[in-house]
Every structure is written in C-alpha cells, then in structure tokens.
C-alpha cells in the first residue's frame, strides 16, 4: 500500500487560511486521496477526496499536484472549531476490490483564537 | 438516520475473557471496516467487509474474527482478551469504493 507523510503538527490563527500538505510518492495512478480529521474522543469525519482534479467542498478545498505526488488541504477560513488531526489517506483497492483506508499519523492542528 | 451505531460505548475485560463488539450501519452501505486507535496513533485496520458474506484481513487481524451478520451489520470477536487489545474500536461504512466513509463514535475497551 502507498505511504503518506504529513507534518506531525501545524498551528494557524483563527480566520485565517490553512494549508495542510501531504506527500504521496508511491501513488499509483488508481489511487484516489482521501482527507478525514477526527476531533478529540470522536470518530474520523470526511473532509474531502479527489483523484487529478483540484475539488472543492463546502468544509474545504484539495489541491494536488500535476504528477500526483503531493496534495494540500486547505481550509479557507479556520475556526476553532477545525482543531483536529488531519489524515490524508490514499485508498488502496484491496483483494474484495473495496478501497480501504489505511491510515497514516496525521497532521494535529492548532488553532489559536 | 443513526448513521452507524456501535455497542457498547464502554467495555472493561479481564485477560482471557471474550466479547464481541457490535456495528450496525442503517444507510445500507455495502462495505463495512473494523479499525482500533491506540493512544496517540493512526487508525489500524483489523478486517474489512467488501460485501454482505465476505471478509478480508486488514493490517492487524491477529486476535480478532469479524462476522458480517448482513447488510447492516459487522461484528468484531475478542476469543480470548489480551492488554495489548485495550484501544479504541472504530467500526465504519461506505456505499462503495472511493465514497464517503462514515465512523461510529467507538468502543473504548480496556483489558486488565
């Protein structure tokens, strides 16, 4: 299965923009990236995926690089509310042809009021 | 919707004892997934169901048996209880491959 690197942990201001980015060298090319955060004691939440395309969602925006070895989560304005880890996930076709998420350690962020 | 429900929410075992973690998923989702979250960790997966009556092995099978009971639900077994397993279980679902994953709120299980 592909690999991501994330920081281990970033901080912005509240109402600012955040870009969180993630390396994923190893991709193949029927990989789709995956972002989901979880906040303190819940279970993962999607945030958004994509395959080539830039995609944009109510809660954020993903932006990946031509050759698909890197993309970056931004949130266009950060609440306090977005303080949480960030995983960004490649999903992996597994023997039953189901796209499992592995998931990797995660970006923790911090947002300061 | 409940979307996906785990039970118990709580669980306290002795080493050695066996309990089976219960998922049910009411958006009749095809795909099911057992993952635990150790302190300060990733997701692991433990086994996932692609479809109603098949299982596969995730990253970390040992020690666990899953039963995809039906469409709705997917049980994970604990045979015989170890500290190692004390985490916290995440049971997820999705309609199909690269769709939204949906979480349960997690079964926090502690072996002594």
């Known amino acids: 299965d592909a690999k991501t690197t994330q920081p281990n942990s970033m901080e912005s201001n509240e109402e600012e923009p955040v870009h969180l980015p993630c390396n994923h060298s190893?991709?193949?090319?029927?990989?789709?990236i995956h972002w989901y955060r979880q906040l303190p004691s819940q279970g993962p939440e999607y945030v958004i995926h994509g395959l080539t395309s830039n995609v944009n969602n109510r809660m954020a925006s993903l932006a990946i690089a031509e050759d698909r070895k890197s993309s970056t989560l931004i949130l266009h304005r950060a609440t306090l509310r977005d303080a949480a880890v960030y995983y960004c996930i490649l999903s992996a076709r597994g023997s039953s042809n189901t796209g499992k998420l592995i998931f990797g350690q995660g970006t923790t962020l911090q947002v300061k009021p | 919707n409940a979307g996906v429900t785990q039970t118990p929410k709580f669980q306290v075992l002795k080493t050695g004892q066996s309990m089976t973690l219960q998922c049910a998923q009411d958006m009749n989702h095809n795909s099911m997934y057992w993952y635990r979250q150790d302190p300060g960790m990733g997701l692991r997966l433990i086994y996932y169901?692609?479809?109603?009556?098949?299982?596969d092995k995730g990253e970390v099978p040992n020690g666990y048996n899953v039963s995809r009971l039906n469409k709705r639900e997917f049980s994970l077994r604990l045979e015989s209880a170890a500290p190692s397993q004390t985490s916290v279980y995440f049971c997820?679902?999705?309609?199909?491959?690269?769709?939204?994953?949906?979480f349960g709120q997690g079964t926090r299980l502690t072996v002594v």
């Open positions: 997820a679902s999705t309609r199909s491959m690269n769709t939204e994953a949906f």
């Open positions: 190893t991709i193949s090319g029927t990989d789709y």
């Open positions: 169901s692609a479809s109603e009556g098949t299982t």
